[in-house]
């Protein structure tokens, strides 16, 4: 079993930062690759980023490529999401996710086992 508590959202402006945290319970956090999804309102779920257990390998969604950077510290249990130049349309619920599957494609939410409940991020124009 795993907890994942995100912090960090907040309200900024367009063309501002923000960074997300997701503190991981237990001992077996390695042992998972991580994910960030994010939800507004009105729409489904959609798949931001995502890194290996190891760091090694990242994914992202082509609306945030070379925007937001994951990355994580092992030893902290801790995955984090750099959000920079944030556009109004990021506004959004961002949720952190943990799976134990090995894929080749971390898009997709079902592939996940472990969700947080979220934090708000707000871009004013």
């Known amino acids: 079993q795993v907890q994942l508590v995100e912090s960090g959202g907040g309200l900024v402006q367009a063309g501002g930062s923000l960074r997300l945290s997701c503190a991981a319970s237990?001992?077996?956090?390695?042992?998972?690759?991580m994910g960030w999804f994010r939800q507004a309102p009105g729409k489904e779920r959609e798949f931001v980023a995502a890194i290996s257990w190891s760091g090694g390998r990242t994914y992202y969604a082509d609306s945030v490529k070379g925007r937001f950077t994951i990355s994580r510290d092992n030893a902290k249990n801790t995955v984090y999401l750099q959000m920079n130049s944030l556009k109004p349309e990021d506004t959004a619920i961002y949720y952190c996710a943990a799976t134990k599957g090995y894929y080749s494609d971390y898009r997709y939410d079902y592939r996940y086992d472990y969700w947080g409940q979220g934090t708000q991020v707000t871009v004013s124009s």
């Open positions: 237990g001992r077996t956090f390695t042992m998972y690759a």
